[in-house]
Structures are given as C-alpha cells and as structure tokens.
C-alpha cells in the first residue's frame, strides 16, 4: 500500500507578561529668543538624565540614553498671510529602561508633569534569557500542533498511522505561497496609559502580554 503524503503548517503562541519597559521621552521648547530656548532644554534635559542616572544606580533602570539635542529655526505665517517674526526651536530625545516596572510608571507620572517633556510612549519587552527560553518552547508547541494537525487529517482518511518525513521553517519544503514570511517572530505591545484606580492617583500603566509566535512546516507519511 502506497502511503499518504501529508503537508501541514504547524503555529504556537506563547504569552509572556513584559519584564522590561522602555520609556521614550522627549524635552523641547520653543521661543522668539535662541538663547532661553537652549539654556531651557538643557535645564529639563539635564533634570531627566540625572534622575534616569540615579535610579541606573539604584538598580531600577538597566540602561538609558539621549540623542544630541535638535536645533531649528523657521518663521510661521499668520492667518492673514503675513511671516509672523522668527521662532527658534530646541529638543532632546531620551531612552530609559526599567527592569522595575513600578518604578517606571512613578518616574513617568512624575516626569509627564514637567513642563517641556513629552512622552512619547513605552516600549515592552523580555528579558534575553526569557526570550531565548520561550522561542524554544515556541518551536516545540509548533512542532507538536503540526504532529496533531497531521493525525487529524489521517484518522479523517481512515489512517492509523502517521510517520514524521520533513519539518522546516516555513517556504523551504517547497510549494509554500508564503515563503518569505519569517518563520519565527516576536510583538513587544505597548500598553495604554489610563488614569488612576480608586486605589490611588497614579498613572495605571498595564502591559499586554509579550507575544512570541512559531510557524513550522512538516510533511508525513500515513498509512
């Protein structure tokens, strides 16, 4: 009896609380004098990274950066059509990340007053360690969802038995429509800042799960 050839695409999604979370600031002013402008980036700006710098020490925040400070000039129109005098322009962009995720929704509160700072919004993430752990188990739930997928198809046939022949990334057994699709990939969502519970009157910062996904390809014999 000449075996069945089955083909299937196996696909696992494992959910992970986030363990880090970068927050994306920025500082800027503006103003018809240059100077003020400058000297008053620099004051908040400073603020900011002394803060980002002490809590690094404190072990809340693993790392944090900043890009050189932007500087521009343009003269706006009036509604009337006129150039209006010229405005000068100055901001700063800075990274922070938290391993302590208390800590970061109390610095953003607190730095989300500020005058001049903007948050430009916070950026989930996993650990390295975790990552690697959970892509593996992943692949294996992949793997397995593809062996299920295969004995269902044979048992619908009226087979009893299934043999594994080739498994794969997604696009290398051939005949893939999707075969430049990554057969591996991860989400970092981003939460959505809402105000305060009963409980308090802090920012209620609330990271959706990490997403990580696997596809696999596999083909069978059954019989």
Request: proline residues 4%.
């Amino acid at each position: 009896m000449v075996d069945t050839i089955i083909t299937v695409e196996g696909h696992f999604d494992y959910h992970h609380p986030a363990e880090r979370g970068t927050a994306r600031l920025s500082t800027g002013f503006e103003g018809a004098e240059k100077a003020p402008v400058l000297s008053r980036t620099t004051e908040v700006h400073g603020m900011l990274a002394k803060q980002a710098e002490r809590l690094r020490a404190d072990g809340a925040v693993t790392w944090w950066s900043a890009d050189r400070m932007r500087v521009w000039s343009d003269r706006p129109w009036s509604q009337d059509g006129a150039i209006l005098p010229l405005v000068h322009h100055s901001a700063v962009a800075l990274e922070v990340k938290f391993a302590n995720l208390a800590a970061l929704a109390d610095w953003v509160e607190s730095v989300a007053a500020e005058e001049g700072v903007t948050v430009s919004g916070i950026d989930w993430a996993l650990t390295e360690v975790t990552k690697a752990r959970i892509t593996v188990e992943a692949q294996n739930g992949a793997v397995q969802d593809a062996v299920s997928r295969a004995t269902a198809y044979a048992r619908s046939l009226g087979l009893s038995t299934v043999s594994p022949l080739a498994v794969s990334d997604p696009g290398m057994l051939g005949g893939d429509t999707n075969a430049g699709a990554s057969p591996l990939h991860d989400m970092a969502m981003m939460s959505r800042a809402a105000g305060g519970g009963a409980s308090g009157g802090g920012l209620d910062l609330k990271p959706e799960d990490i997403t990580v996904s696997s596809r696999v390809h596999a083909r069978f014999a059954a019989s």
